[in-house]
């Protein structure tokens, strides 16, 4: 579609809502009189973070580096599920139901368990970056696996193709623009994840991501820092989404066609 | 001797009704012999049983000194895999018997170009050629495996006349020179007609055959063969025949 491709109008019209937003902000600021420790203007919080750049960057690429392996974990986790479900009704009927659990259990309520099982530090976040991640892989994968269309399949029949053929000369390489689709819901929410595990878990001095700065913010009461955390969590999303995204684009090419 | 043979066949796909139902049917190896019928009278069923994908539910259909390995079936849609280019769908029939060989590698590129595609469409996808040019890669992909039985399930029925008679006069010439056993289902009674040596007509509700027509054209067969008189009287036949069929 038109609209999806690139043009300077992709660029330009977010930009000026952001400069426009950055402006409004700033003069609410100056005009209410705020507290810089209730709501910091974005002058503020740009000097924030050009004060604290190096630690940022530190938290930002522990986060990152959690966040990306739960995310491989549920891509490669979440693809042997998906092979799993498709070569049996009965193998997607009993466990179909556990993924769902994955899906629907409140990550903060789960996060405190993990922590007793798999201690403070990088393992209990990735574990609970994984738990937040593998679903979307799953289900997306899962239907491109099944969806297989039926003339496709004839012609493998009549070619005296094995399950095994079928399996990875169609049913796989036609899934993979499906797996796509649930890689780039899962990217972002592997840094949701990565940030709520921090919450928890990322306490030890081993790792100490974005969620620990988060906390710590709070904890003493730096407003500006909590809105430079947040600019840089979600950076951060914008970054691993866009990844997945032009990866996918480039070597999947072949395997994701339109129309 | 018969090439494919079909004896007191019965398919059904629920209890209660019959789809179709042949008692004797022969076809001589190298014929080319159009099922024409109206719609959901069994003609597709009767191909995917000889390509031995349904099974019939009564009776048995032999094929003479071949395996069903050595049927090809061309689907009405191409049905090219979208993920592969044009050479690479054609490979897939030989792909999926063991390692392709150098020489099945040109037997590939042969038969695209006996298909009528030239050497720069090889390496493209399948969103990338026309229509017509998808129906041709997916001819190549039949006649790749150097089959005795050839299976065409309407395979022109979705493009313009123009182009449905230059394929049909290629089909024709391919036929000529591989002498392939050919099993054409059609709607269109001047394509039965250019064809074939044989046409069945069918009647729906059972599916069965209700004339079978010895068509009196010499090959090898002109396009201006569908100008002569001859031809629109026996194409006139063929219809009254089909007429029939819809009206009983």
Redesign the interface.
């Given at each position: 579609m038109s609209e999806d491709r690139f043009s300077w109008r992709t660029i330009v019209l977010p930009l000026l809502v952001l400069v426009v937003t950055i402006i409004l902000w700033e003069v609410i600021i100056r005009v209410s009189g705020l507290e810089p420790y209730i709501l910091p203007g974005p002058g503020e919080v740009a000097r924030t973070m050009w004060q604290k750049k190096e630690a940022l960057l530190g938290y930002t690429l522990r986060t990152g580096m959690v966040a990306v392996s739960g995310f491989a974990i549920s891509v490669v986790l979440g693809v042997v599920v998906s092979l799993l479900f498709s070569q049996s009704a009965i193998i997607r009927q009993s466990g179909y139901p556990y993924a769902i659990f994955f899906q629907t259990v409140p990550i903060v309520a789960v996060a405190p368990l993990v922590i007793a099982i798999c201690g403070y530090g990088a393992l209990s976040v990735i574990v609970v970056t994984t738990m937040i991640s593998l679903f979307p892989i799953i289900t997306s994968t899962t239907t491109g696996l099944i969806a297989v269309?039926r003339?496709?399949l004839?012609?493998?029949?009549?070619?005296?193709?094995s399950r095994w053929?079928i399996l990875w000369?169609?049913q796989f390489?036609?899934a993979?623009r499906y797996l796509l689709t649930g890689m780039k819901t899962s990217a972002g929410l592997a840094v949701v994840g990565a940030i709520v595990g921090e919450f928890f878990a990322g306490h030890s001095s081993g790792h100490q991501g974005l969620g620990y700065f988060i906390l710590v913010s709070q904890n003493q009461i730096s407003t500006a820092s909590l809105f430079a955390g947040t600019i840089c969590s979600t950076l951060l999303g914008v970054v691993v989404f866009t990844s997945v995204t032009v990866l996918g684009r480039l070597f999947l090419r072949?395997?994701v066609?339109?129309? | 001797m018969s090439a494919i043979q079909f004896r007191d066949i019965e398919k059904q796909f629920t209890p209660e009704s019959v789809v179709v139902a042949i008692d004797r049917l022969e076809i001589p190896a190298g014929q080319f012999v159009s099922l024409v019928g109206p719609s959901g009278c069994g003609k597709s069923t009767l191909l995917r049983m000889v390509a031995g994908v349904d099974d019939p539910s009564r009776g048995e259909v032999t094929l003479s000194d071949s395996e069903h390995s050595q049927c090809a079936f061309v689907f009405q849609d191409a049905n090219l895999i979208p993920w592969r280019t044009a050479q690479e769908n054609v490979r897939l029939p030989l792909e999926l018997r063991g390692p392709v060989t150098a020489e099945q590698r040109r037997t590939i590129d042969q038969a695209i170009e006996m298909v009528g595609l030239r050497k720069e469409d090889f390496r493209k996808f399948p969103r990338m050629l026309s229509g017509g040019m998808r129906m041709r890669v997916s001819l190549a992909r039949a006649m790749v495996t150097q089959p005795n039985v050839l299976l065409l399930d309407e395979p022109f029925a979705a493009l313009d006349d123009l182009l449905r008679n230059q394929l049909n006069e290629q089909l024709l010439e391919l036929w000529y020179q591989q002498n392939w056993t050919s099993l054409f289902v059609t709607h269109n009674v001047p394509e039965a007609v250019f064809l074939s040596q044989r046409i069945l007509v069918m009647h729906a509700r059972p599916g069965r055959i209700v004339a079978d027509l010895e068509v009196p054209f010499e090959y090898p067969r002109k396009p201006l063969l569908r100008n002569d008189p001859d031809f629109a009287r026996f194409c006139g036949e063929v219809i009254a025949k089909l007429a029939g069929v819809t009206l009983v």
């Open positions: 269309d003339g496709l004839d012609l493998f029949r009549l070619n005296k193709a053929q000369k169609l390489p036609g993979i072949r395997w066609w339109e129309g | -």
